[in-house]
Structures are given as structure tokens and as C-alpha cells.
């Protein structure tokens, strides 16, 4: 079997506590002292004070590809910017091209039929390090729908983190595992 994970994560999260846990639910970290604004459209609605919800929201849209619209898979990445820590997002933007399993010859096969794409994603019950006030990670269970085909599995290893206690949740790292 063919293993490739790609990882971009920011110094961040690389000095964080190492550790497995699966205890911690996310009502935990949307405590009343966070009182960070909304994100701006498309993202309003979005609760920024809950690590799952910005996790999910984040890695959907990164793998939410529109190849109708989307000159490639970078742009997905740019549509999250708003979800995404900027230090981050400056070294991962790059590789958004090879991040997903699937080739650039594939997303412009998809370009030239025109085939639209579904993506899913939602956390897993997968053990993770500890949630600390400021960190979070998660296993996301990812697929890739295209129209008519079948779909594309992978899983994501997706850290957020934030400020302070008070303040939004931003992706911070990602590991993809095809």
C-alpha cells in the first residue's frame, strides 16, 4: 500500500505537548471567556470560539474544489484564508497543489469536463494530543465526490490554535494522509 502524508504545520505547533487523548470534547474549548468577532462572509455564521467547527469548516473549504472555477487546487486553499493563521497559510499555500490525492493531470481532467465535486469531511473519534486552551487537533475523515465517479477517501490531521482564550480559532497546521 502507498502511504504519502505531507506535513506543513507552523513552529507553533511543533513545540506543543505530545500526548493521546480522545476525552475532550469540544464544548470544553468554546468557553464564555472567548469573545472573538465572526468571521467575515462566507464564513458569518461560523462559531470562531468552537476548535471543531473552525477544523471542519477550514479543511472543507481547503479540499472544497470547484474545478469550474478554481484554476487549481491553490485556490481552494486561498478560499479558507479567513479560517487560516497566516503564518501558515504562507508556507502551506505552495503545496496545496500536492496535498490532495489526487494529480494535477486529474483536476484538470476535471476542468475540462467540467465535473463538479462534493466534498465531505467530518471528524473522527481517532485518539489526538491533548486540547490545551489555545491548541487543538483532530483526525478528519475526508472525501472527495466527483459527479458520477467513484469518491476519493483520505484522512486529514488538522491542528488549530489561537491567541488567547478569547480569541478565533485558526488552522495552524495540516498533515494529509492518502
Do not use: K
Not at 486529474?106 to 489526538?128: K, M
Not at 490545551?132 to 490554535?161: H, K
Amino acid at each position: 500500500m502507498n502511504r504519502t502524508i505531507l506535513v506543513i504545520t507552523t513552529a507553533a505547533v511543533l513545540t506543543g505537548a505530545v500526548g493521546c487523548s480522545s476525552t475532550s470534547p469540544d464544548t470544553t474549548l468554546a468557553t464564555s471567556e472567548c469573545r472573538a468577532d465572526r468571521f467575515a462572509p462566507p464564513f458569518h455564521d461560523l462559531d470562531p470560539c468552537s476548535a471543531e467547527a473552525v477544523l471542519t469548516a477550514a479543511v472543507s473549504t481547503v479540499f472544497g474544489y470547484r474545478p469550474r472555477e478554481h484554476a487549481d487546487p491553490r485556490a481552494a486553499f486561498r478560499a479558507a484564508s479567513a479560517l487560516t493563521d497566516p503564518r501558515f497559510a504562507e508556507q502551506a499555500e505552495p503545496a496545496a497543489l500536492v496535498w490532495a490525492p489526487i494529480t494535477t493531470e486529474q483536476f484538470q481532467h476535471w476542468q475540462h469536463d467540467g465535473v463538479e465535486l462534493t466534498t465531505t469531511v467530518r471528524i473522527t473519534a481517532d485518539d489526538h494530543p491533548p486540547d490545551t486552551a489555545t491548541t487543538t487537533s483532530r483526525v478528519l475523515a475526508a472525501t472527495l465526490q466527483p459527479e458520477g465517479q467513484a469518491g476519493i477517501d483520505f484522512a486529514v490531521y488538522a491542528d488549530v490554535r489561537r491567541a488567547s482564550a478569547s480569541s478565533a480559532w485558526l488552522l495552524s497546521g495540516m498533515e494529509v494522509a492518502v
